[in-house]
């Protein structure tokens, strides 16, 4: 009895052992594919912007979403984050001044022995250290697979329900369209479709963005129009990673957040929903 005992305890030990042992990067880009055309207002609106002001809303959704991160992960934790650059793009169109800033590009950390979520983000130049619980998302498991690279994927597909904060949203905008024709159209909040590409081959529960809790690493991510590509992983590299849990900011919860994003927001509009940007120059 005592020798089995020994034995169950040195085979968890080994067990835990090579759980912190294993570690991995996974070095991601990802590019917006533009199916669809901008909806901007009506024709009198459309008539006054001109033809070219269409392909530079295109060409600045563009620049501000080509971007690379990398996921730093164990078995237990990972991090993802924007790689830094040099020049970092800023999502301007040449020729118009259009400049465009996708939110959620913060650094995130997801800890699954604490079930934990910290997410780096800022509104307007304030930094805050968003914290919540990390829940299992309800993917969807398929039997379609494809290759990516060397590795044998299959496909998971997540739905992500409309929020009745964004059917207000939307309400509120058709009132407002009913005074004055707006710039650009918001289309009818939908529920969204993720589709997810993991690998078996790499047994940790990771992936772009805040997507996780799949049997393997997510080496691609279809986002609606918003594509999230691998294009090289290492393991267990004689490198150290390091995975360090973001510190900077006022910590919040999502929902605070939101709404002190919201309320931002709505302090820059004028009385037809616009933003005013208010420039020193």
Do not use: H
């Amino acid at each position: 009895m005592r020798k089995t005992l020994l034995l169950i305890a040195c085979t968890f030990g080994l067990t835990a052992a090579w759980a912190q042992e294993f570690q991995g990067k996974a070095e991601y880009f990802s590019k917006l594919i533009i199916k669809s055309d901008i909806t901007l207002g009506d024709d009198s609106v459309k008539e006054s912007l001109g033809p070219e002001f269409e392909q530079s809303i295109k060409d600045a959704l563009k620049s501000a979403t080509e971007k690379q991160y990398t996921l730093t992960f164990n078995k237990v934790e990972a991090v993802y984050e924007e790689n830094q650059q040099l020049e970092k793009p800023s999502g301007a169109a040449a020729g118009m001044g259009i400049s465009i800033s996708i939110p959620g590009s913060g650094k995130k950390y997801l800890n699954l022995k604490k079930k934990e979520l910290l997410e780096e983000e800022d509104i307007f130049g304030k930094e805050f250290l968003i914290s919540e619980p990390l829940e299992q998302l309800n993917w969807k498991l398929g039997t379609e697979t494809k290759k990516i690279g060397v590795y044998t994927c299959m496909k998971a597909e997540l739905v992500i329900p409309v929020t009745e904060q964004e059917r207000k949203d939307y309400a509120d905008f058709l009132e407002r369209e009913k005074k004055k024709p707006s710039v650009f159209k918001i289309p009818e909040p939908k529920d969204r479709v993720v589709v997810a590409w993991y690998t078996p081959e790499i047994p940790v529960s990771f992936g772009p963005k805040n997507y996780w809790g799949l049997p393997g690493l997510i080496l691609e991510l279809q986002e609606e129009e918003l594509v999230i590509l691998c294009q090289k992983v290492t393991l267990n590299s004689k490198e150290n990673f390091k995975i360090k849990a973001p510190s900077t900011g006022e910590k919040v919860s999502r929902k605070k957040f939101e709404e002190i994003q919201r309320k931002k927001i709505e302090s820059m509009q004028d009385s037809d929903g616009n933003i005013i940007f208010m420039s020193g120059n």
